[in-house]
């Protein structure tokens, strides 16, 4: 079984601060590496996707890839009350199905 | 978006009920999923299809079975529900292809089984 491991916190950040989340993969192998956003209640909305090495930015985030160490980060700039959410980290499988594997998520909140 | 949506939205049933959740989604994506996602535990693959004709187990699919209907339909059935199935339930649906990577969701069914 392919494993996603977050922190599940919660990560308590002040307004303005940088976010940072953190997330570790078991199939040194994988390609595809996505960051969703859910709020309380609501469904998954994907934020961010990266496939090769290093920074990838979009707005207010970056997400960073490192497949040696095999982790993927998400940065989040200039954190905003409305950024207090649960982010998963998903991981797509390599082999067979190619299916998504979740992270058990990491809860965010900004603190105005 | 995919513009994927479910019925119903909300659902409190019965030890030992039957119950269908459905799902449809308008972008004509090949490949739909069910999961289930309970406090702590993230998202869990319950069934998913790639087409019609293809229907796989996911990661949890003991007490549940699907349909799929029709391209655009993806239906999950609870035989005899019992109260470890109370969740929240997400369809998922994806294109083929390295260019339709992502999967989309939809709003979500809470499912209380008492």
């Known amino acids: 079984q392919k494993e996603v491991e977050q922190n599940s916190g919660p990560l308590s950040v002040p307004e303005g601060a940088i976010a940072s989340l953190n997330c570790t993969y078991s199939?040194?192998?994988?390609?595809?590496f996505f960051w969703y956003r859910q709020y309380s209640g609501k469904s998954p909305e994907l934020i961010m996707s990266?496939?090769?090495?290093g920074d990838k930015e979009d707005g207010r985030f970056t997400a960073q890839l490192n497949k040696a160490s095999q982790y993927v980060s998400l940065l989040i700039r200039d954190s905003q009350p409305s950024d207090s959410a649960t982010y998963l980290c998903?991981?797509?499988?390599?082999?067979?199905?190619?299916?998504?594997?979740f992270g058990q998520g990491t809860r965010l909140t900004i603190n105005p | 978006d995919a513009d994927v949506t479910q019925t119903p939205r909300n659902r409190i049933t019965k030890t030992g009920k039957r119950i269908m959740l459905e799902c449809s989604q308008t972008?004509?994506?090949?490949?739909m999923y069910w999961y289930r996602q309970d406090p702590g535990l993230g998202l869990r693959l319950i069934y998913y299809?790639?087409?019609?004709?293809?229907?796989n187990k996911g990661e949890i699919s003991d007490g549940y079975s699907v349909s799929r209907q029709a391209q655009a339909k993806f239906s999950l059935s609870l035989e005899s529900a019992i109260p470890n199935q109370t969740a929240l339930y997400f369809c998922?649906?994806?294109?083929?292809?390295?260019?339709?990577?992502?999967?989309?969701f939809g709003p979500g069914t809470r499912l209380t089984v008492l």
């Open positions: 972008k004509g994506h090949d490949r």
């Open positions: 199939d040194r192998g994988s390609q595809s």
């Open positions: 998922a649906a994806q294109g083929s292809g390295s260019s339709t990577d992502t999967q989309y």
């Open positions: 998903a991981v797509r499988e390599i082999q067979g199905a190619q299916k998504l594997v």
């Open positions: 990266i496939y090769s090495n």
């Open positions: 299809s790639f087409d019609v004709k293809d229907i």
